[in-house]
């Protein structure tokens, strides 16, 4: 007797982020792929008679980040209970899956606990490329808000571009892995990808249904 269970997948579907939030998703995705990109052709403007030009509009999309993240934390306290960081702190899933070595996944709305970890370890990240990169903006440039701190700061310039690029190059990591979770979720039938756009968020609901041999042993 054949005792393979078939899963049906049934969705329900909830709009579950605001606008705002949606907003502030693409205008942080926009800011570190034009920082990505500015940095890669303020490199190769380096050489160049415009060479601080590049690195100058490098700057001034960190500060678009910047605004970003600032509005995010504020939103984070203030908005709706899906955009608020309570809906990102999950310690005891984090806990059980460390302890449990498995990768469990609710199936209320919202967002999801072992996810939210890695979006709490982005949004750090973004925040350390922006204090870094504030800190390079007054060593190199004499510009931003720690420019009264330019001399000492331009002697650290290589201790704090360190951690300023290695940070980026993990964001470039986080981006890959989160590209990769959406099409996983997309081929197994769970539009998870539109969430951002439309606000709606689609909960999987698995039905048992009986094979064939089940019914006639």
């Known amino acids: 007797m054949n005792t393979t269970d078939h899963q049906t997948l049934r969705l329900e579907r909830r709009r579950v982020y605001d606008p705002f939030l949606r907003v502030l998703h693409w205008w942080n995705a926009l800011a570190i792929v034009m920082l990505a990109a500015s940095s890669q052709i303020a490199e190769w403007m380096e050489d160049g008679p415009h060479g601080d030009a590049g690195w100058q509009v490098h700057v001034v999309f960190g500060y678009v980040l910047a605004l970003g993240l600032v509005l995010r934390l504020v939103w984070g306290l203030l908005g709706p209970v899906s955009a608020r960081w309570s809906d990102l702190w999950h310690p005891a899933a984090w806990r059980e899956a460390l302890v449990t070595r498995r990768l469990t996944h609710r199936n209320d709305f919202g967002h999801d606990p072992l996810a939210s970890a890695a979006y709490l370890g982005a949004f750090v990240l973004m925040a350390l490329m922006v204090v870094t990169g504030?800190?390079?903006?007054?060593?190199?440039?004499?510009?931003?808000?720690?420019?009264?701190?330019?001399?000492?700061?331009?002697?650290?310039?290589?201790?704090?571009?360190?951690?300023?690029?290695?940070?980026?190059?993990?964001?470039?990591?986080?981006?890959?892995?989160?590209?990769?979770?959406?099409?996983?979720?997309?081929?197994?039938?769970v539009p998870v990808a539109q969430s951002m756009v439309s606000g709606y968020q689609y909960r999987e609901l698995a039905e048992r249904q009986p094979d064939a041999d089940d019914e006639h042993p």
């Open 134 to 189: 504030l800190g390079l903006a007054a060593a190199e440039f004499g510009a931003g808000p720690l420019a009264g701190w330019e001399k000492p700061l331009h002697d650290l310039r290589h201790t704090i571009k360190e951690p300023h690029e290695v940070g980026f190059y993990l964001i470039l990591a986080f981006i890959v892995v989160h590209i990769a979770a959406l099409i996983f979720h997309e081929k197994r039938g």
